[in-house]
């Protein structure tokens, strides 16, 4: 049952999970509170005692909403999806519902956990050439795929949560160098949400822990 308070996200603003959750906040119209985990400082604020008990985990983001806290990107936004009003994320058609759900497994089983912070953290001085080797993996697969399922989004013409997983991974990709141009679909799709409200208002550029260099 949906309450009335606030939800409020721990996240951070070049995390792309926490990227993922907010721009599914803002599509479906949701106010929220932030609660700024900063993965970098100090050795990462999610590392904290404090924080292990908001998630277990010790990652970003976790969402307290409707009296619980949920972690995991998909999981809140599939929660969110099956609790509010607005547009849907998911759609009606089984067979396009299962291609939004496999192009979101793609991204975030098959390439955002081979380079998130905490793994390249471990590989240490090859960090970048590793995360950009599971990328280009990543990509090379998913630009057939999409290239079936596409129209102005990543499965047919309505947003879902496969756009919600797309934008962030491509702004991982090109943090980590890797040349989107080798990959039209994923390029043009990326370029016409990036045009979307929700998706700009949520981008790392433009969030209360965004340092001034890299503000918008």
Known sequence: MATSTKPVLHGYFRSSCSWRVRIALALKGIDYDQKNVNLIKDGGQQVTDQYKKVNPMQQVPALTIDDMTLSQSLAIIQYIEETRPGPHLLPPDPKKRAQVRMICDIIASGIQPLQNLYVIKK??????????????????????????????????????????????????????????????????????????????????????????????
């Open 123 to 216: 590989i240490g001085a090859e960090k970048d050439s590793w995360a950009h080797h599971f990328i280009q993996r990543g990509f090379e697969a998913l630009e057939p795929i999409l290239k079936q399922t596409a129209g102005i989004c990543c499965v047919g013409d309505e947003i879902s949560m496969a756009d919600i997983c797309l934008v962030p991974q491509v702004y991982n990709a090109e943090r980590f160098k890797v040349d989107i141009c080798q990959f039209p679909t994923i390029e043009r799709l990326n370029q016409t949400l990036l045009k979307i409200e929700a998706f700009k208002v949520s981008h790392p550029s433009c969030q209360p822990d965004t340092p001034a260099a890299m503000q918008a």
